[in-house]
C-alpha cells in the first residue's frame, strides 16, 4: 500500500515559472486530504512532458532509484491516479462535466474544498521501502514546476480472521 509522509514545494522552488503548493490532512487509513495552489504562467496543456525522479532512502543517505519521464503530464496523472480519485479532482478544481484534467487556463488555481484522494485506488503492486520523488513539469524541454513527494510503499498485512 502507497502512504504518501510528505508533500511540499522543490528546492529553489522560487525559480520555477509555475508555483505549486500542496497542504495534506489525513482523512482516514486510506485516504488523504489535499488542498492547494497552482499558479500558471501559461496554461498547462496534455503536450506538457512530466518527468519524475525517485530517490530511494537507505541507511546510507539517498540514492537514485529510478527517473520515469511521460509524454503527458496529464495523461499521466489521468491513468494512475484512480478514476474516482480524477473525478473528484476535476470537481474540485472547478472541471465540471470535463473528461480530461487539461487544458488547465493560466492564472491562479486554488483548491480550496479538501480533495479526497483514496490510496487504494492505486496499483498494488510496489517495490517496498520509503522514496523522495521530484515530480516536474516540462516546457520546450526545461522544467517549469516541481513538487517533491516523500512516499513509503509497505505490504499490509490483513488480520487473521
Known sequence: MYILKHITTCPNHE????????????????NDGFTGVMELDRPLTENMPLKVVIYKQTDGGSKQFY???????????????GKKNMEGLLENCGHTGASSICPISQGRHEMTN??????????EDGMYGLYDAYAYIIDGGVEIGCILCTVEFKEIVKADK
Not at 520515469?68 to 494512475?80: P, Q, V
Not at 479538501?114 to 496499483?123: G, M, R
Open 15 to 30: 525559480n520555477y515559472p509555475i508555483k505549486l503548493e500542496v497542504n495534506k490532512a489525513k482523512v482516514n487509513r486510506t
Open 114 to 123: 479538501k480533495f479526497v484522494f483514496d490510496f487504494s485506488q492505486l496499483p
Open 67 to 81: 527517473v520515469l519521464n511521460e509524454a503527458s503530464a496529464c495523461h499521466f496523472i489521468e491513468e494512475y491516479g
